[in-house]
């Protein structure tokens, strides 16, 4: 076997891949773009209008066109057995092993599902013992948490998954005093304390999950190539419950393998970084991948929000190579369960995106890097540029129809009544269009049906085929919507409105409400009836070419809410509709997290009314729990004004229950609880000092397994 020199790449062969890539793009854009100009020149003449859509269309064109080479390359890439100058062919996987550097395995979390959190983790930490090659990692868990409930559970749940595991010594929790930085700065925290004692660091988000072959592979990668800097693995979305969260599960599944093997076809080192499921060097990373400052406040200004474009900009600056291994398996993540917690995370990642117009030219940076950055900033851009496109090419069918020799002439074979605009011409256009888009999908497709093994994976050739129509139907409605929620994040942008640091929402909950859906979706769906209304009166023909955008705005609410049902999910997936590889043939880590999710979950339901301040609760009543906490709590001595602001506040707590207390104010009491007398206290500590003498027939373990 030949294996693959990754430190030493071909710089000819790469220019070459890149040369026939943005070649394809422009080939595809220009032939396009001279179809627009010949409707517009024949039909009407070119002035003002129709110059700044032919521009328009120009620039939103070559998205679709870029996407679809990436694509087609993939699927050439795949047809041909896989790219022989990919990350893992650096490694003879069946050859003798080599040794692994220390690796530090963290875990950055803001107030997330502490259950969620470390069982995710005890999953991970088995499966890498199952390796044998425990000895070499350390795992971390990095809390920013600024809920107290959240900090007390995570240090208990810390402590028992230490004990279950024999953990301690290697499993490390640390919680921030000052969330800096968001989750770089957490992560450069890390760094700053404990960076030089590992080789390489693997950074995983709160809901990632990654088998320990997976990080196994990774550590022999880097290993075997001492120029890298960065190892990218492909994440799969899993744990889908609701409809939205399958389909996008299913699309992430069934259409990535086409795209990612096209995108490391044409990077090859000058690969990207996503942010977590990734290997870093960290002594690299801690010398050249500090994020600068940007000139002005927020939101264009100040600390970098998407941090890990410009990481792995800055680590290929300094010579060190990232690459994108998309074909290791075992890495995984879980997506937002709605349509309005995908929103939320686009509005963070907008801003953030947008932040890095100031770095497009920045000094250093590889032109591969820039245009990774460039795509990042067009991803939340093209949406106002499409809005905009559609509103003037309104404005330009009307203007042609009010035109007296324009509106008395019918063209026999006209495509709109009263509009010289011929069906050959259009529809070659049209088609041509639809192509780009389509196709790539179809080409996905493919590689799965193409594959007996994989075909029965996603339930078989037919449900996967009808899967992927629905999922193409509904992605054509949400489409829309996408478009009208990117431009209203851009344009609160550049309005100067920042974003705020919040907890993502990981779990489906009761899915979207009716009060939810209106007051995210009205104006989507008011914009939608006054556009249809108006195209209807003023040109009914029209309405019907524009029907597939305005469909989604119109009916946003009602699709919003059944997307969001957990109830619809399952009914897809009795069906066989939606079906994934990784829930047919469930991975042994996947299978471990869901039961130990659901034993959790059954533990806690007891205690689903004093959930609101459970850690709080935990840590005043249980002694155990008491001490952990105080064992954990920086030692200082407090004057004499504070001694009284403590003791006056221990009164309220106590008196008047944990509700009327600010995240501040709430402390911990637990001698002084169980020596007051009942009446004393208000009715949530009764309620929580009998629900504890119930439980304290089970070890508090059950809680955290």
Same mark, same amino acid.
Request: include cysteine.
């Given at each position: 076997m030949?294996?693959f020199?990754?430190?030493s790449?071909?710089p000819g062969?790469?220019?070459r891949?890149?040369? $026939?890539?943005?070649s394809?793009a422009?080939a595809?854009?220009a032939l396009?773009?001279?179809?627009?100009?010949?409707?517009?020149?024949?039909?009407?003449?070119?002035?003002?209008?129709?110059?700044?859509?032919?521009?328009?269309?120009?620039i939103?064109?070559?998205?679709?066109?870029?996407?679809?080479?990436?694509?087609?390359?993939g699927?050439?890439?795949i047809s041909r057995?896989?790219?022989?100058r990919?990350? $893992?062919n650096t490694?003879?996987?069946?050859?003798?092993?080599?040794?692994?550097?220390?690796?530090a395995?963290?875990?950055?979390v803001f107030?997330e599902?502490?259950?969620r959190?470390?069982?995710?983790?005890r999953v991970?930490y088995r499966?890498?013992e199952?390796t044998?090659?425990l000895e070499h990692?350390?795992?971390?868990?990095l809390?920013?948490?600024?809920q107290p409930?959240q900090?007390i559970?995570?240090?208990?749940a810390?402590?028992?998954?230490c004990?279950?595991v024999?953990?301690?010594?290697?499993?490390?929790?640390r919680?921030?005093?000052q969330?800096?930085n968001?989750?770089?700065?957490?992560?450069a925290d890390?760094?700053r304390?404990? %960076?030089?004692?590992?080789?390489?660091?693997?950074v995983?988000?709160?809901d990632?999950?990654?088998t320990g072959e997976?990080l196994?592979r990774?550590?022999?990668m880097m290993?075997?190539n001492?120029?890298?800097g960065?190892?990218?693995?492909?994440?799969?979305i899993?744990?889908g419950?609701t409809l939205f969260a399958r389909m996008m599960?299913?699309a992430?599944?069934?259409?990535?393998?086409?795209?990612?093997?096209?995108?490391?076809?044409w990077?090859g080192?000058d690969?990207?970084?996503w942010?977590h499921?990734?290997?870093?060097?960290?002594?690299?990373f801690i010398?050249?991948?500090?994020l600068p400052?940007?000139p002005g406040s927020?939101?264009f200004?100040g600390?970098?929000?998407s941090?890990?474009?410009v990481?792995?900009?800055?680590?290929?600056?300094?010579?060190w190579?990232?690459?994108?291994?998309?074909?290791?398996e075992?890495s995984?993540e879980e997506?937002?369960?709605?349509?309005?917690?995908?929103?939320?995370?686009d509005?963070?990642?907008?801003?953030?995106?947008?932040q890095?117009?100031w770095?497009?030219?920045?000094?250093g940076f590889r032109?591969?890097?820039r245009f990774h950055l460039?795509m990042?900033?067009m991803g939340?851009?093209?949406s106002?540029?499409?809005?905009l496109f559609?509103?003037l090419?309104?404005i330009?069918?009307?203007?042609?129809l009010?035109?007296p020799?324009?509106?008395?002439?019918?063209?026999?074979?006209?495509?709109?009544?009263?509009?010289?605009?011929a069906?050959p011409?259009a529809?070659?256009?049209f088609a041509f269009?639809m192509?780009?888009?389509f196709?790539?999908?179809?080409?996905g497709?493919?590689?799965?049906a %193409?594959?007996?093994?994989?075909a029965r994976?996603?339930? %078989?050739i037919?449900?996967?085929?009808?899967?992927?129509l629905?999922?193409?139907?509904?992605s054509a409605?949400?489409?829309?919507?996408?478009?009208?929620f990117?431009?209203k994040?851009?344009v609160?942008t550049l309005l100067?409105?920042?974003v705020s640091?919040v907890?993502?929402n990981r779990?489906?909950n009761?899915?979207?409400?009716?009060?939810e859906a209106i007051?995210?979706?009205?104006?989507?769906?008011l914009?939608?009836?006054i556009?249809?209304v108006s195209?209807?009166?003023?040109?009914p023909?029209?309405f019907?070419?524009?029907?597939p955008v305005?469909a989604g705005?119109v009916?946003?609410?009602?699709?919003?809410?059944a997307?969001?049902k957990v109830g619809?999910g399952d009914?897809?997936k009795?069906?066989?509709l939606?079906?994934t590889?990784e829930?047919v043939v469930?991975t042994d880590l996947l299978?471990?997290?869901?039961r130990n999710l659901a034993?959790?979950?059954q533990?806690?339901?007891?205690l689903e009314?004093?959930?609101?301040?459970?850690g709080?609760?935990?840590?005043?009543?249980d002694?155990?729990v008491?001490?952990?906490?105080?064992s954990?709590?920086?030692?200082?001595r407090p004057?004499?004004e504070?001694?009284d602001?403590?003791f006056q506040?221990?009164?309220?707590l106590?008196?008047?229950?944990p509700i009327k207390l600010?995240?501040k104010?709430k402390m911990?009491?637990?001698?002084?609880?169980?020596?007051?007398p009942?009446?004393?206290?208000? %009715?949530w500590?009764?309620l929580?000092v009998r629900?504890y003498?119930?439980l304290?027939?089970?070890?508090?373990?059950?809680?955290?397994?």
């Amino acid at each position: 076997m030949t294996l693959f020199a990754a430190d030493s790449p071909d710089p000819g062969r790469i220019g070459r891949r890149r040369a $026939t890539f943005f070649s394809g793009a422009f080939a595809l854009t220009a032939l396009a773009t001279w179809f627009m100009a010949d409707l517009l020149w024949r039909y009407g003449g070119m002035a003002g209008l129709e110059w700044v859509l032919l521009f328009l269309f120009a620039i939103l064109f070559s998205q679709v066109a870029i996407g679809f080479m990436t694509a087609a390359l993939g699927y050439y890439v795949i047809s041909r057995g896989g790219d022989a100058r990919r990350i $893992t062919n650096t490694v003879d996987w069946d050859g003798e092993p080599v040794s692994l550097g220390t690796t530090a395995v963290i875990m950055p979390v803001f107030n997330e599902d502490v259950s969620r959190v470390f069982e995710g983790l005890r999953v991970i930490y088995r499966s890498v013992e199952a390796t044998g090659h425990l000895e070499h990692f350390d795992f971390f868990i990095l809390s920013d948490s600024n809920q107290p409930n959240q900090w007390i559970q995570e240090e208990v749940a810390w402590v028992e998954l230490c004990k279950q595991v024999k953990g301690f010594g290697r499993v490390f929790y640390r919680k921030r005093r000052q969330q800096i930085n968001k989750k770089a700065g957490n992560v450069a925290d890390f760094l700053r304390r404990w %960076g030089r004692k590992y080789r390489y660091m693997v950074v995983l988000d709160a809901d990632s999950l990654m088998t320990g072959e997976a990080l196994v592979r990774l550590v022999r990668m880097m290993e075997r190539n001492t120029r890298t800097g960065i190892i990218q693995t492909a994440p799969r979305i899993v744990n889908g419950e609701t409809l939205f969260a399958r389909m996008m599960s299913f699309a992430n599944r069934l259409y990535s393998p086409v795209f990612l093997a096209g995108l490391n076809y044409w990077q090859g080192p000058d690969g990207n970084y996503w942010g977590h499921n990734a290997i870093i060097r960290v002594q690299p990373f801690i010398d050249h991948c500090a994020l600068p400052e940007l000139p002005g406040s927020e939101p264009f200004g100040g600390r970098i929000l998407s941090h890990d474009f410009v990481e792995a900009a800055l680590m290929r600056r300094a010579g060190w190579h990232v690459w994108l291994a998309h074909d290791v398996e075992g890495s995984y993540e879980e997506g937002p369960p709605t349509l309005i917690d995908s929103a939320k995370r686009d509005r963070r990642w907008c801003q953030g995106n947008l932040q890095h117009t100031w770095l497009l030219t920045a000094r250093g940076f590889r032109p591969a890097n820039r245009f990774h950055l460039f795509m990042g900033v067009m991803g939340y851009v093209s949406s106002p540029l499409w809005l905009l496109f559609l509103f003037l090419s309104t404005i330009h069918v009307f203007n042609q129809l009010r035109e007296p020799e324009m509106a008395s002439e019918r063209v026999a074979g006209s495509i709109i009544p009263g509009y010289p605009l011929a069906i050959p011409e259009a529809l070659t256009l049209f088609a041509f269009t639809m192509l780009m888009l389509f196709l790539p999908k179809i080409l996905g497709l493919l590689v799965a049906a %193409g594959n007996p093994a994989e075909a029965r994976a996603f339930g %078989g050739i037919r449900r996967m085929g009808v899967s992927a129509l629905c999922e193409t139907a509904v992605s054509a409605l949400l489409a829309p919507i996408a478009m009208l929620f990117n431009t209203k994040f851009v344009v609160f942008t550049l309005l100067g409105q920042g974003v705020s640091w919040v907890t993502q929402n990981r779990g489906a909950n009761d899915g979207t409400d009716w009060r939810e859906a209106i007051l995210t979706h009205g104006e989507q769906t008011l914009f939608g009836i006054i556009w249809g209304v108006s195209s209807f009166v003023l040109l009914p023909s029209f309405f019907w070419w524009l029907s597939p955008v305005l469909a989604g705005l119109v009916f946003a609410i009602p699709l919003s809410i059944a997307l969001s049902k957990v109830g619809y999910g399952d009914a897809a997936k009795r069906l066989g509709l939606f079906l994934t590889p990784e829930e047919v043939v469930e991975t042994d880590l996947l299978r471990k997290l869901r039961r130990n999710l659901a034993e959790c979950y059954q533990h806690l339901q007891p205690l689903e009314s004093l959930r609101a301040d459970y850690g709080l609760m935990q840590a005043v009543v249980d002694p155990y729990v008491n001490a952990v906490h105080i064992s954990l709590l920086r030692q200082r001595r407090p004057s004499e004004e504070s001694r009284d602001y403590f003791f006056q506040l221990r009164q309220r707590l106590l008196r008047e229950g944990p509700i009327k207390l600010t995240s501040k104010e709430k402390m911990s009491l637990h001698e002084e609880l169980w020596r007051r007398p009942s009446s004393a206290l208000d %009715g949530w500590w009764r309620l929580a000092v009998r629900q504890y003498n119930v439980l304290t027939a089970a070890p508090i373990t059950a809680l955290y397994r």
